[in-house]
Every structure is written in C-alpha cells, then in structure tokens.
Nanobody
Framework: VQLQASGGGLVQAGGSLRLACQTSERTARNYAMGWFRQAPGKGREFVAA?????????YYTDSVRGRFTISSDNARNTVYLQMNSLKPEDTAVYYC????????????????????WGQGTQVTVSS
C-alpha cells in the first residue's frame, strides 16, 4: 500500500487546513488509517484515526478533539483530516498511516500498529 499525503502549508492561528492521504488501494480494504504528527525536537504522536470493524469508529487525541475531523472518501481512495481553529502548537509534520491487519482499540494510537506510511506534509501555524 502506498500513501501520498498533501495539503500542508502555512496558516495563521485560528485558520483551517485540510490534509489528504491518497492510497494506492481501496481505503475500504484497510482496517485502520490514521494521522500522526511530529513537532520539531519531539517524537511522533497520534492525532486521529479510522478503524473499520463492522462499522466505522473514529479516534482523536484529546488536544485536537472538537477541532479536527477525520473522514474518508472511498470513491477517491482518500482519507482527509480537516483541521480547524489551528494553534501554533499544531505545527508539525503530519503523516498518514494504514494497516490492513485488524487491530483492537488499544492499538489504534500506537504507531507500530501501522506498517504503511506516507511521506509527511508540513503544517505551520503562526501566532
């Protein structure tokens, strides 16, 4: 599975961006897809994810819940991350990731649960 992330850029605090992650295969064949980010000098952290298991469940880290929304367009094999009310602390390189192996809830936020990764897209939020 190949992933191509796009949509990053420079935005003022309070602004919005929409990231896109296009996959080389049908998104519905992936059991989970997620977004992670890595700020300068810090480790990579979980941001948001989908898990397809019967129905669809979404997950968010506390710092973005209510501001970010993850969604998918299966016709376009693309997963989006709509980011609103951006803050300077959201500045990071954002990565999309996917797994085609079933994972449980406790694994969704772990980067080692995802064998497939996109190249990252830079998001910079100015104050």
């Amino acid at each position: 599975v190949q992933l191509q992330a796009s949509g990053g850029g420079l935005v003022q605090a309070g602004g919005s961006l929409r990231l896109a992650c296009q996959t080389s295969e049908r998104t519905a064949r992936n059991y989970a897809m997620g977004w992670f980010r890595q700020a300068p000098g810090k480790g990579r952290e979980f941001v948001a994810a989908f898990r397809w298991s019967g129905g669809t469940t979404t997950y968010y880290t506390d710092s973005v819940r209510g501001r970010f929304t993850i969604s998918s367009d299966n016709a376009r094999n693309t997963v989006y991350l709509q980011m609103n009310s951006l803050k300077p602390e959201d500045t990071a390189v954002y990565y999309c990731a996917a797994t085609r192996v079933g994972i449980i809830t406790s694994q969704v936020r772990r980067e080692d649960s995802y064998p497939y990764w996109g190249q990252g897209t830079q998001v910079t939020v100015s104050s």
